[in-house]
């Protein structure tokens, strides 16, 4: 064991106690969170795979958020919102960026493992049907007669029925066809669906980089059709926040810098997800990126209240309508599903 000289000029040993107590005063005098200097190693998953969509928080790994509050940080893309809860349920994650209507199921049919959403980072959903000029969808009464692309596992997908219904559309009309998401896009452009459920982000892009113009993509979208929800949020594990609820305020302080730091730096955000993926397209996904921050997190609400902002009565009604289009027999609340506490303070989420 290595010693240290004492006041009294004899050797002290270097103990573990020891050098954890020095790293806690650091911490201290830091201003930083001494638990979560204690559980400074967490693994993020994203809600899809690195891209524009995602690249906030790599940009705010790479300019130190995480280390500034004692956090190294393993982040993760993953094959989508699905995927990244079922990781923190199963506590191979800590933390997670999910879809939260996506969340509100998972916690109605796992509510004991299920994760918590801690803070909103998408102040509208980014839900929607696409379709392409010269077969236009542009009310969901347009669906009527047309082929829809549908899948079995997105939000979007789970929540049509019950957003057809609220606009009397009838389904039966409607052919819908399930597909698989890796394979939606290229039916779209191919016109073997006349639409398709999805984000607007992902398919826009994805459509844009082969070849489709941008002013030839419609789009009908949830929010304005009675579903004036969030988007993706700030996941984490129950049983971690209850352990260690300064480690997620650390997270969550992070987070909220990192998307403000994108927001204001675009080019560098970027840079950071194509030094990790040499085939990504710096251009296409920079525009992903930018179209996600102006459409769906920097909107009016955020620029005068800052990045999380959280309306109870707004996520309440949205839980209402996710039961009734999943239909969800358990009862559901705001406090099942959203955890307030680690919220950084309304100063430090300022998009300025």
Not at 238 to 250: E, F, I, T, W, Y
Request: proline share 5%; hydrophobic share 40%.
């Amino acid at each position: 064991m290595p010693k240290a000289a004492s006041l009294s000029g004899q050797p002290t040993p270097v103990t573990r106690r020891t050098v954890m107590a020095g790293l806690g005063a650091a911490a201290v005098a830091a201003g930083l969170p001494r638990r979560a200097l204690a559980a400074s190693s967490i693994k993020f998953s994203c809600d899809f795979r690195v891209y524009g969509g995602t690249a906030p928080f790599f940009y705010g790994n790479d300019l130190g958020f995480f280390k500034q509050n004692g956090i190294t940080a393993q982040i993760d893309g993953s094959l989508g919102s699905g995927d990244a809860i079922t990781r923190v349920a199963s506590g191979a994650y800590d933390f997670g960026c999910a879809d939260v209507s996506t969340l509100v199921e998972f916690v109605s049919r796992n509510p004991e493992s299920a994760p918590i959403l801690i803070m909103p980072i998408y102040d509208r959903t980014a839900a929607c049907i696409i379709s392409l000029a010269g077969k236009p969808v542009n009310t969901l009464k347009d669906l009527e007669g047309k082929k829809l692309g549908v899948s079995t596992a997105d939000a979007g997908s789970r929540l049509l029925p019950g957003l057809l219904r609220l606009h009397n559309v009838d389904a039966s009309k409607i052919e819908m066809i399930t597909i698989e998401q890796k394979l939606r896009d290229t039916l779209l452009m191919q016109k073997r669906v006349d639409a398709v459920v999805g984000f607007d982000y992902t398919t826009l892009f994805n459509l844009i980089g082969n070849g489709v113009k941008k002013e030839d993509v419609h789009f009908v979208y949830y929010s304005n059709n009675g579903f004036d929800f969030y988007g993706q949020g700030l996941i984490a594990s129950r049983k971690l926040v209850k352990s260690n609820p300064d480690l997620a305020k650390g997270v969550a302080d992070a987070v909220a810098k990192s998307w403000i730091a994108a927001y204001k730096d675009p080019d560098a955000a970027i840079a950071s997800i194509t030094k990790r993926d040499a085939l990504a397209n710096a251009q296409v996904e920079k525009d992903r990126m930018e179209w996600v921050l102006n459409h769906h997190v920097m909107t009016p609400n955020v620029k005068a209240h800052g990045l999380g902002t959280m309306d109870m009565k707004r996520l309440d009604a949205g839980i209402v309508a996710i039961r009734e289009g999943f239909e969800i027999k358990k009862p559901l609340t705001a406090k099942d599903v959203w955890d307030g506490r680690f919220m950084p303070p309304a100063a430090d989420r300022k998009v300025g």
